[in-house]
């Protein structure tokens, strides 16, 4: 069964696809379903808001079962930012360089006590037929005090679970304790009532 992700991030793709493959889904983009979905603005005030628009729009505009996450991350110390706004947080939509040292700046010389955070991934699924559903997934971590690892993206080489960042973790790894491989099991047991 084809499913289409509302995404341009290939790294997304890749998680998706190898969480869901197991469900015989096969994750597509736009580009290898082929189809163009516009690009939509994020403008809801919560991640299971703006993961709706998202597969809402990719779903009408293919007219295939659209899946969108929206993620990011909640720094307490910041009162839950980046949050909605995790992607362009230091200016640039996309440039994760920028955003962790905005982040890094902004909590320097915070003892880390208080640099707890956690990853937040919201999954929504859209049908045709008009159904939805949406899952949220969180990962509780500390914000470290400099980038480690060149593994994932994001905030992944500043998200710090034990003794190691998201960035040092294997892929493998990641999906067992990340924010999204949490949402997708759920999404896994939701989807089963849906096909």
């Known amino acids: 069964m084809d499913f289409l992700i509302a995404t341009h991030n290939m790294k997304k793709q890749a998680e998706l696809q190898r969480i869901l493959a197991p469900l ?18 994020e403008t809801g005030t919560t991640f299971e808001e703006n993961a709706f628009l998202k ?30 706004y995790s992607a ?3 200016g640039e939509h996309g440039n994760d360089k920028k955003n962790n040292e905005k982040l890094l700046s902004l909590l320097k ?29 969180e990962c509780e971590g500390i914000i470290a ?29 990641k999906d067992k304790l990340s924010h999204r491989g949490n949402a997708l099991r759920k999404f896994v047991e939701e989807i089963k009532n849906y096909i």
């Open 24 to 41: 015989g889904i096969n994750v597509l983009t736009a580009d290898m379903a082929g189809t163009e979905l516009s690009d939509v603005e």
């Open 55 to 84: 597969a809402n729009s990719g779903c009408k505009e293919s007219g295939m079962v659209c899946v969108a996450d929206d993620s990011g991350l909640m720094v307490d110390f910041l009162d839950g930012a980046p949050g909605v």
């Open 88 to 90: 362009r947080f230091g």
């Open 109 to 137: 010389d915070v003892p880390p006590e208080k640099r707890t955070a956690r990853f937040v991934s919201c999954v929504c699924c859209c049908f045709p037929d008009g159904r939805h559903f949406t899952v949220r997934g």
């Open 145 to 173: 005090n400099e980038v480690h690892g060149n593994g994932g993206f994001g905030y992944d080489p500043l998200f710090l679970v034990g003794e190691k960042t998201f960035g040092e973790l294997s892929a493998e790894e």
